[in-house]
């Protein structure tokens, strides 16, 4: 009796070690469906123009966006980069000023300007770049400067909003970290405890058998129950278990063999070796340099174009120019030829893509396809880029039509139709075949 008692409970035991083993699975599958999800929900464009109206705190956060989209590459507010710090740039030169350096140093240099010379003299002759900002935006700009020194802004920012809204704020991230890390522990702990247990159960119930087998008043069942072995012989022989075993290895090779028909032509994953060790997470990351920077049409062109060497050396005319990653783009400007950088992102030529139709028009961050790319060593194709990949983002992102009339009829029809269903890229059309095949 006490040995089929033992033999029970130690089925239960192994039975809740599997289960919460089960639960682990599920819950790693789960953590990895949100940090999937992390990244697919449309944010606002990095490129933003300045507010037309609605008080200081608007204009200040368009001018945060726009110094991040042209600025921070060469500027900081209170330490010196490639250019001086900003701090305190409206105190020594007027905005008018400061509008005509913006737009046109070279013009302000050639007339004479004595603090203009100076400038230029005092950073080794190097000149600004021409910047085809509006007066409006170059003022917001400042503005932004200014509040820097001046303690927090009342209203939203960029950056608070993205924590709000949960679509990557630090803040949400540690505390979800936070919350996996603790959860994990806690599991490890459970599983051991289940391990010893089962262990100790298997031992005790050895010890049992060893006392019973002292024991001279033993029927023959008890005989028979402690003498018991478990026929290895047999199960292997068993004609049912060859044929489970048979099924399952017959049912593997074919999901094997149709995950590798279906994959035929995706390059999900695609990390090909570029010719000069460029990092996005020092570049995009660290240093929080705008996408927009250097690929200069990723706002307002079908494809977001790869950065000429000129754009590198925008920097790096001053920024570790003994660096041997950065003498290959000295070598490809002498020879006046340009790098030779590998595509990682392909789109097959039956299929239309308007790069600027998704980040301007639709407000999608880089990140939404691209996957993390402010933490990547070497870019690699973070998504599938499928027909069904494109399809499913269409029907489940809403599209935004506050402001634009074409859209004000479109969505009271839809909305008297379908109930309560959000207005998504779809409902516009976005799933017909010759939006993307033509």
Known sequence: MMNSFLSRTS?????????????????????????????????????????????????????????????????????????????????????????????????????????????????????????????????????????????????????????VDGAGGDTADAGGAGAGKYADVLLIVLVVVLIVLVVTLVIIANLMKDVLRGRK????RDVEILEQRFDWAGLYKSTALRGIVGAVVALALLYAGVQSVMAVGLTQGYQPTQPIAFSHKLHAGENNINCAYCHTSVYKGKSANIPSANICMNCHSQIKTESPEIK??????????????????????????????????????????????QNMEVVYQYSALTMGWCINCHRETPLNTKGNAYYDNLVKLHDKSNNAVPFTVSSNGGTECSKCHY
């Open 11 to 163: 089925y239960w035991v192994l039975a809740l070690f599997l289960a919460l083993a089960g639960s682990a699975t599920a819950q790693d599958a789960t953590s990895a469906a949100t940090v999937s999800q992390q990244g697919v929900t449309p944010g606002g464009t990095a490129g933003a123009a300045p507010a037309t109206g609605g008080g200081d705190a608007a204009a200040i956060q368009a001018g945060d966006a726009l110094f991040k989209a042209n600025c921070t590459q060469c500027h900081a507010v209170n330490e010196k980069v490639v250019g001086p710090a900003l701090a305190g740039i409206t105190k020594r030169r007027q905005i008018p000023w400061l509008i005509k350096w913006v737009k046109n140093p070279a013009k302000v240099i050639a007339s004479g300007d004595e603090y203009a010379v100076k400038l230029f003299n005092d950073y080794g002759k190097q000149q600004m770049p021409s910047f085809a900002l509006s007066d409006k935006e170059i003022t917001s700009i400042m503005a932004w400067v200014d509040s820097q020194g001046a303690g927090p802004v009342a209203g939203p920012t960029k950056e608070n909003a993205a924590k």
């Open 217 to 220: 008043d033993l029927d023959g």
């Open 328 to 373: 290959k783009i000295y070598r490809a400007i002498e020879r006046k030829q340009p790098i030779q950088w590998v595509r990682v992102h392909n789109l097959p030529d039956l299929a239309y893509f308007n790069h600027s139709q998704h980040t301007q028009v639709g407000g999608i961050q880089c990140q939404t396809c691209h996957g993390p790319i």
